[in-house]
């Protein structure tokens, strides 16, 4: 057990011009075997300085207090199996009718899981066969996320997935009906894409808009390079197309400097959360506002006053965390670690949606059991309690080469969360 802590229209990018990006020789994986046990959790100081924009003008203020946000600090879990023998699950994302849709990243396929039974039936279909045949699965590359539009999105009940292909990293978009996936249509092409670092999480925010992680893909300087696509959370319309209100209206980019994000998720005031890989000292959850620049490859943690970057909420030893999945309750912020092959639970320490370190408390660890963790949901089909209690579903992922799986691996597991005592 780790360390318990202290606290149809396609946009293809630009060619920018003098733009210096530094290709590494070699990169240690994220989320590599164990390594021996690292520091033990810290929690960043706030930070002081104002966040970089990518151009234009853009409100980089926090949300306003807003009702909403209930203060646990510590919960207890229940855990129960859905399902079993899933091979290196990525991406997990809810379907209207209650069931979940589950990426295989090494497989290159979809599967649908019924709760209820545990039943997993394979996606098939034009899509289906696309995904299998287009796909490129190598080291931490695959088909990774997975989103379905919301109800009062754009595309509601439409699948996005992110996979890597010959071309690089790239968002399509199909019908699923039944269990049948329609021909998929790229709506984002040409995002860089290598063995590790690729970012690959997608998810619909409360504006109705797909918001899109990418990896700097072993491009270290890429992260503060404006118009490259890698090193960034991009914020696309359904047609790929850059969302209306970014800092830059021409420019997907909604935030820059960062390594590979992994998830991302919303709170019930809206204040959007990301958890981030760090490189060899310290992995993080960050507080995302728009225009923001998360400091890598300048600064790994807390970056400081001067330093001009937006210091992250929380931060782990990378043999701690390795954080993929990321989701947000009422009461505060859940990360499925992998290297640290622990459930990090970051509560809120406060009702009011700040934006800095004091505004969370110490982090616990939960699902030491279970070996690596890869992604979380909130069960949209149970409302939050008013006092905290939630139902999360939890994909491990023992099976991606990197872990040491046990017989049934990878698992579906349903999580229900109740304030202790």
Same mark, same amino acid.
């Given at each position: 057990?780790?360390?318990?802590? =202290?606290?149809?229209?396609?946009?293809?990018? +630009?060619?920018?011009?003098g733009?210096?990006?530094?290709?590494?020789?070699?990169?240690?994986?994220?989320?590599?075997? /164990?390594?021996?046990?690292?520091?033990?959790?810290?929690?960043?100081?706030?930070?002081?300085?104002? *966040?970089? &924009?990518?151009?234009?003008?853009?409100? &980089?203020?926090?949300p306003?207090?807003?009702?909403?946000?209930v203060?646990?600090? /510590?919960?207890?879990?229940?855990?129960? /199996?859905?399902?079993?023998?899933?091979?290196?699950?990525?991406?997990?994302?809810?379907?209207?009718?209650?069931?979940?849709?589950?990426?295989?990243?090494?497989?290159?396929?979809?599967?649908?899981?019924?709760?209820?039974?545990?039943?997993?039936? *394979?996606?098939t279909?034009?899509?289906a066969?696309d995904?299998?045949?287009g796909?490129?699965?190598?080291?931490?590359?695959?088909?990774?996320?997975?989103?379905?539009? @919301?109800?009062?999105? +754009?595309?509601?009940?439409?699948?996005?997935?992110?996979?890597?292909?010959?071309?690089?990293?790239?968002v399509?978009r199909?019908?699923?009906?039944?269990?049948?996936?329609?021909?998929l249509? @790229?709506?984002?092409?040409?995002?860089?894409?290598?063995? &590790?670092?690729?970012?690959?999480?997608?998810?619909?925010? *409360?504006d109705? #808009?797909? #918001?899109?992680?990418?990896?700097?893909?072993?491009?270290?300087?890429?992260?503060?390079?404006?118009?490259?696509?890698?090193?960034?959370?991009?914020?696309?319309?359904?047609?790929?197309?850059?969302?209306?209100?970014?800092?830059?209206?021409?420019?997907?980019?909604? =935030?820059?400097?960062?390594?590979?994000?992994?998830?991302?998720?919303?709170?019930?005031?809206?204040?959007?959360l990301?958890?981030?890989?760090?490189?060899?000292?310290?992995?993080?959850?960050?507080?995302v506002?728009?225009?923001?620049? #998360?400091?890598?490859?300048?600064?790994?943690?807390? !970056?400081?006053?001067?330093?001009?970057?937006?210091? @992250?909420? +929380?931060?782990?030893?990378? =043999?701690?965390?390795?954080?993929?999945?990321?989701?947000?309750?009422?009461?505060?912020? #859940?990360?499925?670690?992998?290297?640290?092959?622990?459930?990090?639970?970051?509560?809120?320490?406060?009702?009011?949606?700040?934006?800095?370190?004091?505004?969370? !408390?110490? @982090?616990?660890? $939960?699902?030491?059991?279970?070996?690596?963790?890869?992604?979380? $949901?909130?069960?949209?089909?149970?409302?939050?309690?008013?006092?905290?209690?939630?139902?999360?579903y939890? $994909?491990?992922?023992?099976?991606?080469?990197?872990?040491?799986?046990?017989?049934?691996?990878?698992?579906?597991?349903?999580?229900?969360?109740?304030?202790?005592?």
């Amino acid at each position: 057990m780790p360390a318990h802590p =202290s606290t149809a229209r396609r946009w293809w990018p +630009a060619v920018v011009a003098g733009a210096a990006v530094v290709l590494l020789a070699a990169c240690t994986p994220d989320d590599g075997p /164990e390594p021996a046990p690292g520091p033990s959790v810290t929690t960043a100081a706030p930070g002081t300085g104002e *966040p970089t &924009t990518t151009g234009g003008s853009v409100e &980089t203020t926090t949300p306003a207090p807003g009702p909403g946000l209930v203060v646990v600090p /510590e919960v207890r879990v229940d855990v129960t /199996e859905v399902a079993t023998g899933l091979p290196a699950p990525w991406g997990l994302a809810a379907l209207a009718d209650g069931t979940l849709l589950v990426s295989l990243r090494d497989e290159r396929g979809l599967v649908v899981v019924d709760p209820a039974s545990g039943a997993a039936e *394979p996606v098939t279909g034009a899509g289906a066969d696309d995904l299998r045949d287009g796909t490129v699965a190598t080291g931490e590359s695959g088909l990774l996320g997975v989103a379905v539009g @919301p109800e009062g999105s +754009a595309a509601p009940g439409e699948v996005f997935v992110y996979r890597t292909a010959d071309s690089g990293n790239e968002v399509l978009r199909g019908t699923l009906a039944g269990r049948e996936l329609s021909a998929l249509a @790229p709506i984002l092409q040409g995002v860089p894409a290598a063995s &590790t670092h690729d970012g690959g999480r997608l998810a619909f925010g *409360p504006d109705g #808009y797909l #918001y899109v992680t990418t990896g700097d893909a072993q491009q270290r300087g890429a992260a503060q390079v404006a118009g490259a696509l890698n090193g960034k959370i991009l914020r696309l319309t359904v047609d790929g197309a850059p969302a209306p209100g970014n800092p830059n209206p021409a420019s997907p980019v909604w =935030s820059l400097g960062h390594r590979n994000v992994q998830g991302v998720a919303w709170d019930v005031t809206g204040r959007m959360l990301a958890s981030e890989f760090g490189q060899d000292t310290f992995d993080e959850l960050n507080v995302v506002v728009p225009g923001g620049n #998360y400091g890598w490859p300048e600064v790994e943690g807390v !970056g400081g006053a001067v330093s001009g970057f937006v210091d @992250p909420v +929380a931060t782990w030893s990378t =043999s701690d965390a390795s954080p993929s999945g990321l989701a947000v309750t009422r009461e505060g912020a #859940y990360l499925a670690g992998l290297r640290g092959q622990t459930l990090w639970r970051v509560p809120f320490a406060t009702p009011d949606a700040g934006g800095s370190a004091d505004a969370f !408390g110490p @982090p616990q660890a $939960l699902l030491t059991d279970r070996g690596r963790l890869r992604a979380v $949901l909130v069960d949209p089909a149970t409302p939050l309690g008013d006092d905290g209690s939630s139902v999360l579903y939890v $994909l491990t992922n023992n099976t991606d080469g990197r872990g040491d799986p046990r017989a049934g691996d990878d698992r579906l597991l349903r999580v229900v969360v109740a304030p202790a005592g």
